[in-house]
């Protein structure tokens, strides 16, 4: 059992940074693949970003390419989402999650999620 927390959301100017952490609990956070997820209202969840166990390995669509890092520190049950140069679009619940099945882009191949960080980008 793999329990997720997010914090780090809030709102911000268009052009602003922000760094979303999600804290896992558990001794097996290194076997799983971590990607951050988003949900815009009236929108489905859609990936943003996904890192191997290892760290070594990192997907991001194409959307937040060259604006987002994902990032993990596996000794503190940590992986993080550096977000740059955010817009209006990028407002959003989001959230990690954890996956058994590796560097994956879609929902159902998650194992865990978290509850959730709201970020609101302001025009």
């Known amino acids: 059992q793999v329990q997720l927390v997010e914090s780090g959301g809030g709102l911000v100017q268009a052009g602003g940074s922000l760094r979303l952490s999600c804290a896992a609990s558990?001794?097996?956070?290194?076997?799983?693949?971590m990607g951050w997820f988003r949900q815009a209202p009236g929108k489905e969840r859609e990936f943003v970003a996904v890192?191997?166990?290892?760290?070594?390995?990192?997907y991001y669509a194409d959307s937040v390419k060259g604006r987002f890092t994902i990032s993990r520190d596996n000794a503190k049950n940590t992986v993080y989402l550096q977000m740059n140069s955010l817009k209006p679009e990028d407002t959003a619940v989001y959230y990690c999650?954890?996956?058994?099945?590796?560097?994956?882009?879609?929902?159902?191949?998650?194992?865990?999620w978290g509850q959730g960080t709201q970020v609101t980008v302001s025009s």
């Open positions: 890192i191997s166990w290892s760290g070594g390995s990192t």
């Open positions: 558990g001794r097996t956070f290194s076997s799983y693949a």
């Open positions: 999650a954890a996956s058994r099945s590796g560097t994956t882009y879609y929902t159902k191949t998650y194992d865990y």
